[in-house]
């Protein structure tokens, strides 16, 4: 149910998704008795479109989620044990429409996770995806990730996939079921900067203690934030990413998925 709600109700309140539906609903009204509120509504929605697709509003949204975990240091440690890289880069569907991995968002977390093999060797490399679609087929994230990391000169004893998952909580859940780490090892979580929060919290929640590796950031420094968008689009496309992962983050705190609204690094 929880999943079910999350795609149809957070779905419905994107920003973009919103106003589009408001400037619709608007639109209709114009021509009955209620032609005043239509009018109001048709200019409310474009205004708050150019708010949103030229203004800061999407920094602004996703800078504090960018920010709360810092990049990760190898320090002195002992090397990673495993990787963990969480999906949402393939889109299964055109890699099953193509027979071939179609990588259409957020490539650095495969690029990150593939370096990280290189660079430690005996890690053993863990793609976590499945389908997040409400009305699912056979295509899952998972089934090419394989292909794009033994492209990238990853051997395929190394790799494990989980192709099970349809959200972050299973990405959790399903990951620590399938790995059953011990104790003192050192695991890595690679996932977008602004995904990070909600990620930790619930890895944290399900028991299985990760080292958060954040990459594919969407806002620069802090001078940054305050800067107006030149593509509509983009600016659309950022408040709608921040918006579903704060929904996100209220949504998974209410139902006690996660323990704190904005999970941050842990005390030492």
Not at 31 to 40: C, I, P
Not at 260 to 265: A, F, K, Q, R, Y
Request: aromatic share 8%; proline share 6%; charged share 20%.
């Amino acid at each position: 149910m929880f999943f079910a709600l999350s795609k149809t109700i957070g779905f419905l309140l994107l920003p973009t998704n919103f106003l589009i539906g408001m400037g619709f609903v608007g639109a209709i009204l114009m021509f009955t008795r209620f032609a005043s509120l239509g009018r109001k509504l048709v200019i409310a929605a474009v205004l708050l479109l150019i708010i949103c697709g030229l203004s800061p509003l999407g920094n602004l949204l996703l800078y504090p989620l960018e920010q709360r975990f810092p990049p990760w240091e190898a320090g002195s440690a002992a090397p990673p044990d495993g990787i963990i890289v969480l999906g949402g880069s393939i889109e299964a569907d055109l890699s099953v429409a193509h027979d071939t991995p179609v990588v259409r968002s957020s490539p650095d977390r495969m690029i990150a996770a593939a370096a990280l093999a290189h660079r430690y060797p005996k890690a053993r490399i863990v793609f976590s995806g499945g389908s997040a679609k409400l009305i699912s087929n056979d295509a899952r994230e998972a089934d090419f990730a394989g292909t794009i990391f033994e492209s990238l000169g990853i051997d395929k004893s190394r790799l494990i996939m989980e192709r099970a998952s349809r959200n972050t909580q299973e990405n959790a859940e399903f990951s620590k079921a399938l790995l059953a780490p011990k104790d003192g090892e050192r695991w890595l979580l690679v996932t977008s900067a602004f995904h990070m929060p909600r990620s930790v919290g619930l890895f944290r929640k399900a028991g299985f203690a990760v080292e958060p590796y954040p990459v594919d950031w969407r806002v620069g420094k802090r001078a940054d934030v305050l800067n107006f968008t030149n593509v509509a689009l983009d600016g659309l496309g950022r408040v709608d990413m921040a918006v579903r992962e704060w929904m996100g983050l209220i949504a998974y705190r209410a139902t006690g998925k996660i323990d704190d609204l904005l999970p941050g690094p842990a005390s030492k």
